[in-house]
């Protein structure tokens, strides 16, 4: 599980489309390759605005790319 509770498909997403890399998905939304190695990575929750723009890149709705899975904590 990731350490922010959210989990991603832009790995196998990044697959699909082309085999596109890190730093072409950076590129096409304004951030860096290291943001997107964390994102991917679960070690960080990417703005509410870039995360948008990683499920446009790839045309699927937010939901396809994100998934929140709350810890036990939250019950």
Request: proline share 5%.
């Amino acid at each position: 599980m990731s350490a922010t509770g959210i989990r991603n498909r832009i790995r196998e997403l990044r697959f699909h489309a082309g085999e596109m890399t890190q730093q072409a998905l950076a590129e096409r939304i304004g951030v860096t390759r290291q943001t997107i190695i964390a994102i991917e990575q679960g070690k960080y929750s990417p703005s509410l605005e870039a995360a948008f723009k990683i499920a446009q890149a790839f045309g699927v709705p937010l939901e396809q790319v994100f998934q929140y899975l709350p810890g036990p904590e939250s019950n």
